[in-house]
T-cell receptor, first 109, second 114 residues
Framework: GQNIDQPTEMTATEGAIVQINCTYQTSGFNGLFWYQQHAGEAPTFLSYNVLDGLEEKGRFSSFLSRSKGYSYLLLKELQMKDSASYLC??????????WGAGTKLIIKP | NAGVTQTPKFRVLKTGQSMTLLCAQDMNHEYMYWYRQDPGMGLRLIHYSVGEGTTAKGEVPDGYNVSRLKKQNFLLGLESAAPSQTSVYFC?????????????FGEGSRLTVL
């Protein structure tokens, strides 16, 4: 079966760095996505990785290792507004997205 | 710039009632999707469309029907609502599932079936 695993909840301190991990087992691989979802709102696109390595976009970076079926989202200089759920999704061989349940990130002052 | 708009935002139904959720996008996207989001679970694809006049089943299609008569609109129907269909429903669109394949989501429709 297809499976995406990510921690249910994480807590971090304002100004710090946090790494949210995602492991996956899917039928084929055509890219991995990270989305941010604030409570009661729609998911919004953060990043896309299709090749191994690190993609940096401002305070957010996303890493991919296809051989390990592993990705992480790194958030630097955390701000209170970063409190949200972070969704990992993998696009399989049929170009369908398989979604993880999301990681709820709580930022404390 | 409206993006993806869903109506209604909230709805309460009784078991057995029917209803339609409307999704409209103004970005000229070919691909449109209906997802449901339940606590502790990832987004699950109900139905999707790869262009005007086409629809296809996703992961959890039972109890739902869809139509894409116009490119900009994607309707999700519940024929006979059941409590198990209590959920938050998201519509999304994308220009192309390949490439970055970024999805643009509507604000969601919260449905409660009593």
């Amino acid at each position: 079966g297809q499976n995406i695993d990510q921690p249910t909840e994480m807590t971090a301190t304002e100004g710090a760095i946090v790494q949210i991990n995602c492991t996956y087992q899917t039928s084929g691989f055509n890219g991995l996505f990270w989305y941010q979802q604030h409570a009661g709102e729609a998911p919004t696109f953060l990043s896309y990785n299709v090749l191994d390595g690190l993609e940096e976009k401002g305070r957010f970076s996303s890493f991919l290792s296809r051989s390990k079926g592993y990705s992480y989202l790194l958030l630097k200089e955390l701000q209170m507004k970063d409190s949200a759920s972070y969704l990992c999704a993998v696009r399989d061989s049929n170009y369908q997205l398989i979604w993880g349940a999301g990681t709820k990130l709580i930022i404390k002052p | 710039n409206a993006g993806v708009t869903q109506t209604p935002k909230f709805r309460v139904l009784k078991t057995g009632q029917s209803m339609t959720l409307l999704c409209a996008q103004d970005m000229n996207h070919e691909y449109m999707y209906w997802y449901r989001q339940d606590p502790g679970m990832g987004l699950r694809l109900i139905h999707y469309s790869v262009g005007e006049g086409t629809t296809a089943k996703g992961e959890v299609p039972d109890g739902y029907n869809v139509s894409r008569l116009k490119k900009q609109n994607f309707l999700l129907g519940l024929e006979s609502a059941a409590p198990s269909q209590t959920s938050v429903y998201f519509c999304a669109s994308s220009p192309d599932p390949a490439g970055t394949g970024e999805l643009f989501f509507g604000e969601g429709s919260r449905l409660t079936v009593l």
